[in-house]
């Protein structure tokens, strides 16, 4: 079995869980009744699976990473940030954007603002300075701008880390 199948293996057995979870229900259904009327109790259980699917996920793909960041590269709006928290949470990784932290460079102004006040070359600058720091860190999932990719050394950066 290759690396790659052993992930993915993971998969399965949160089918499994749920399939366990069903079997429950239908071998005991007072006990299962009690326990999702205990909303409480029923959220507590959900949590746990979520957690343990988790941690399953960590532990098989982490060791693969060998700390190194994951950046995630796309258009604007193709769902980098939304994807990037999920798979940070996951992993156990920090998140960061880098439109975001470009933002916090310039006292808050918006990446739009920026373009109107300084241009475009400014920002892309400032896109290498985030990666640059960034590419020194382990253990982070990175959303990058749109426009990193135009930058070559933006790429070399990356490189360090995984790209999809």
């Given amino acids: 079995m290759n690396r790659y199948e052993k992930v993915l293996s ?6 499994e869980d749920t399939f366990r979870a069903e079997q429950f229900a239908k071998t005991w259904p007072q006990v299962n009744e009690l326990l999702i ?20 996920v960590q532990s098989q793909i982490r060791p693969y ?8 590269v796309g258009m604007m709006g ?6 990037g928290k999920v798979l940070s949470q996951v992993l156990g990784y920090s998140f960061f954007d880098s ?6 460079d310039a006292d808050g102004t918006s990446v739009a603002e920026i373009f109107k006040l ?14 640059l720091k960034l590419s ?3 253990q982070l999932v990175v959303s990058t701008g749109g426009g990193a990719v135009v930058r070559p050394i933006n790429c070399k950066y990356m490189q360090k880390g995984i790209s999809v």
């Avoid at 990473?65 to 995630?72: D, F, N, P, Q």
């Avoid at 193709?78 to 994807?83: C, D, I, N, R």
């Fill in 136 to 138: 020194l860190m382990h």
């Fill in 10 to 15: 993971g998969t399965n057995s949160c089918l």
């Fill in 78 to 83: 193709s769902g980098k940030t939304t994807v």
């Fill in 37 to 56: 009327e205990s909303r409480c109790f029923g959220d507590l259980i959900s949590e746990c699976r979520v957690q343990s699917a988790e941690y399953r």
């Fill in 118 to 131: 300084y241009g475009e070359g400014f920002f892309r600058d400032k896109g290498i300075e985030v990666l």
């Fill in 99 to 104: 439109d975001t932290l470009e933002e916090q």
């Fill in 65 to 72: 990473l060998s700390g190194r960041c994951i950046y995630l």
